[in-house]
């Protein structure tokens, strides 16, 4: 075999440029040049068309000089150009000692080329009080995207986001070039766009609780929570957007997750009796529109009417995910519109539902985006983009039916699925970090090239269920801890891995990237530290340059580790590492992770939804929902065959990763006799702790102080009891 030294050499290069420049995502070819040019308070930016002015106005935010020029002088400028002979979204970038050019043909690609130029530059470019001169080194870029999608899902329907915090979000991922954003604003818990027909929408399904329609749910549960955006606050942010080559992508979900819309407007939902409400405290949990009657489309006429003119986007996404067909099944119509045209399938409904909401959509000049069951009926035209999400299967499914697909399988681009074992998060799909996301391979999955040449691109999410409960008032926070770096990877395969592998990722990740980030403001994880016991002490590691911290497990206070800690019990510490607005999740050496599973009955005012009664959970096998939801006064009753020593017992009704099926507010009773109990931890989003108890542990006692949770059960688990270290 002939080898090519100059081609291995020419690519030894790049990669060295790359890690030096740290650039993400990596361009297709980046080339060093000697010498350096000097940005200074009089150099100029110029732009040599009239769609490029507002590029040039944006990056007077960054850059601290006072001139915005039509054309280039001869020297001592940074110009956007756009020129025939490029795709959609390619640029060129070169910077001599005389200035800074980047060509395009189109405003996308002088945009992407704008970012690259920012990261060659002090991370403090990004807190937009970066003082000059400032020195950048000569180089020569070529780039394109090999994805024309690359984008991100985000759920504002569960846990409302202000629109400034929206803003600050579109900003992040425009500093990665993502260029969609998929903007879920309906739901369950929540309608976030105003509709001027149809003020009730907003004004009574924008909030939960309290006055509202509709109930409570994943916290706030004895308030009225929620928000939306106006119709002037939404251009806002499309144009926002714009500017930053986003193209906002509006998600009205359809026919199902409709509980916020059907609280408002109940006489969407299919007509027959509802016969479950007993079990639900009263509510009608439906969720689903009715596929027959022409009264709904008639209304759907009139929302998505608004909803188009609201957004140029050519694409509005309606849905069609996790329809509870029994609801259809049920309704008198709709089973005889299935008999009438000899279907069996109830998928049959979805299709003449969503072909329906096309035709409205094509009114206004818009097409249909979908989720992948979608496309479960066998009917929906293949000129709708389908966004394959359930899992690899699925995806393939859907790329063998032919339909242009945005990627996005869970395991992979979920990113509200936890990123370690012991941290918050879903866990339904996966559990996965920022190595996992980037490691993704079409040909690792077996993918065939016609595959592959379906896929628009990628797209990141994030579902908001979880956040309310984890950050409150600073929900954003915990969005930002789980999207970043992850989001990094997705810009990434988006615009081409270009040979890069995982290590000279992350070299540049955490080598340039995690600053430019703590100067966007991004509260991003961080690899968690290594922990290990040596020798009688605690040593802790990490492989990103950044600050370890630890506590002792009954202290809030960190302290910063400079040695080994030595101590004759490993399991009472925690570590964490910090560096700028970024930390890693808490960890610890295994001691600290250990339980004992001593024998218990449990037993309860609610009885059990399964057969066998509580007996999985008796087993420590897993949880059990109940046969209704709760009421004031319920309670569930752990009662242990002998006294039980521990340092603490942790108690969780509802999901273990989510605030959903749980008693909403409550308190734990203990008793060291089993007789006599002592009032203890009051619940937190239905979870409390038995910590350093007196003595030995006979029985606690789970008691509910509310009256219904929104669900038409209640999930209890086994109990966490950690051993005496």
Known sequence: MKINLKLILCGVAMLLSSVAFAIIPQPQSLKSVEGEFVVKPSTVIAFNCDELRPLAVYMLDYLAVKRVVKQAPADNFISVELQS????????????????????????????????????????????????????????????????????MLDVARTWVTTENVKRYIDWLAYHKINRLHWHLSDDQGWRVEIKSHRELTEQGGFRGGSSPVPPMYGKWHERYGGYYSQSEIREIVEYARVRNIEVIPEIDLPGHSWAFASVHPEILCGYPYDKAHVSGGLDTRNVFCATKESNYELLNE???????????????????????????????????????????????????????????????????????????????????????????????????????????????????????????????????????????????????????????????????????????????????????????????GWGKHGSDWENFYARLHGNHYDRMSAMGINYRLMPPTVKYVDGALVATTDDGAAIYYRQEDSDRFVRYSRPVKCAKPGEYLFRSEYGNAHSPQTAHSDHYKSIKPAFVLTSSIGSGREDGYKRVEEYRGRVTTARTCHDGDWFLFEFAEPVECRQMEFVTGYTHIAHRLFPTGYLEVSYDGEKFEQGASLVDGCAKVVKPLAPIKAVRIVSTTHRNSTTGVVINPPIIKPVL
Not at 419 to 445: C, L, M, P
Not at 455 to 470: N, P, R
């Open 85 to 152: 002979g490029f795709d959609a979204e390619a640029y060129r970038l070169t910077i001599s000692e005389k200035g800074v050019r980047i060509v395009a043909g189109d405003y996308g690609g002088a945009f992407c080329g704008v970012q690259t130029l920012l990261q060659m530059m002090p991370s403090r470019v990004y807190t937009k009080q970066m003082k000059l001169p400032v020195k950048v080194a000569c180089c020569e870029v070529e780039d394109a995207p090999q994805f024309a999608y690359r984008g991100f």
């Open 303 to 493: 929302v998505l009417a608004e909803v188009c003119a609201l957004f140029p986007s050519e694409y509005i996404h309606i849905g069609g995910d996790e329809v509870s067909l029994s609801q259809w099944k049920r309704c008198p119509d709709c089973s005889a519109y299935l008999k009438r045209h000899g279907y069996t399938d109830a998928h049959k409904l979805e299709d003449y539902f969503i072909e329906r909401i096309d035709q409205i959509l094509k009114k206004y000049g818009k097409r249909p985006a979908v989720w992948n069951e979608g496309i479960n009926g066998g009917g929906l035209d293949k000129s709708t983009r389908v966004h394959g999400w359930s899992n690899m299967k699925e995806c393939r499914k859907v790329l063998e039916a032919g339909y242009s697909t945005i990627f996005m399988p869970a395991e992979y681009f979920y990113f509200d699925m936890r990123q370690s074992r012991r941290e918050v998060g879903s866990n339904w799909s996966n559990i996965f970090d920022v190595k996992h996301t980037y490691s993704f391979d079409f040909a690792k999955h077996g993918f065939s090239a016609e595959q592959v040449a379906q896929v628009e691109g990628f797209e990141g999410a994030f579902w908001s269920e979880i956040a309310l409960s984890q950050g409150g008032d600073r929900s954003t926070d915990y969005l930002e801890y789980m999207t970043f770096p992850r989001v990094c990877a997705v810009a990434e395969l």
